[in-house]
T-cell receptor, first 110, second 114 residues
Framework: AQRVTQPEKLLSVFKGAPVELKCNYSYSGSPELFWYVQYSRQRLQLLLRHISRESIKGFTADLNKGETSFHLKKPFAQEEDSAMYYCALSGRGNTGKLIFGQGTTLQVKP | EAGVVQSPRYKIIEKKQPVAFWCNPISGHNTLYWYRQNLGQGPELLIRYENEEAVDDSQLPKDRFSAERLKGVDSTLKIQPAELGDSAVYLC????????????FGPGTRLTVT
């Protein structure tokens, strides 16, 4: 079965601390993995995708096929990073269907 | 650019009543998606359109839900009759084409069924 699991509902850190939002997936084949973010009172938007291998707003994520994980990391959290983060996957060839995890609320305290 | 537009933003209805949601995608986007997001969960795809054709409606509860996308632009999602369990946020998204990874989401419609 295709599934995305985000084990933490809430992650609370202090400003300047490292952040790691966990994401594990189950998929038979080679998926495409994404992180979407929703800031307060804003729309859900794409943060990054694994195929582009880029750093967005200081965040990076590496696809680990052996551990079927796609954790989102940032070395120094900022207060403006506080938001809801969703990990999502799509099948190879991208049929367009995104399967989302339950989401993790990141709270960065001053 | 306004992005994906949805209306209404909020809707409260009694169970067994009908309800409809409207979505206007980004201009030029051929692919349109409807998602449902239950409280504390991530969005779940209900239906995907390529232009006016529904190419994936496997997750749409067809006994009470229907959708249409006339002329391949705006789309309407309808529930009739609504049940208490339909309370959720209904999200519309669009992308320029299938295979375009980035989906652009609307603000959503929060439905409360009492």
């Amino acid at each position: 079965a295709q599934r995305v699991t985000q084990p933490e509902k809430l992650l609370s850190v202090f400003k300047g601390a490292p952040v790691e939002l966990k994401c594990n997936y189950s998929y038979s084949g080679s998926p495409e993995l994404f992180w979407y973010v929703q800031y307060s009172r804003q729309r859900l938007q794409l943060l990054l995708r694994h195929i582009s291998r880029e750093s967005i707003k200081g965040f990076t994520a590496d696809l680990n096929k052996g551990e079927t994980s796609f954790h989102l990391k940032k070395p120094f959290a900022q207060e403006e990073d506080s938001a809801m983060y969703y990990c999502a996957l799509s099948g190879r060839g991208n049929t367009g269907k995104l399967i989302f995890g339950q989401g993790t609320t990141l709270q960065v305290k001053p | 650019e306004a992005g994906v537009v949805q209306s209404p933003r909020y809707k409260i209805i009694e169970k067994k009543q009908p309800v409809a949601f409207w979505c206007n995608p980004i201009s030029g986007h051929n692919t349109l998606y409807w998602y449902r997001q239950n409280l504390g969960q991530g969005p779940e795809l209900l239906i995907r359109y390529e232009n006016e054709e529904a190419v994936d409606d496997s997750q749409l509860p067809k006994d009470r839900f229907s959708a249409e996308r006339l002329k391949g632009v705006d789309s309407t999602l309808k529930i009739q009759p609504a049940e208490l369990g339909d309370s959720a946020v209904y999200l519309c998204a669009s992308s320029s084409r299938t295979g375009e990874y980035e989906q652009y989401f609307g603000p959503g419609t929060r439905l409360t069924v009492t």
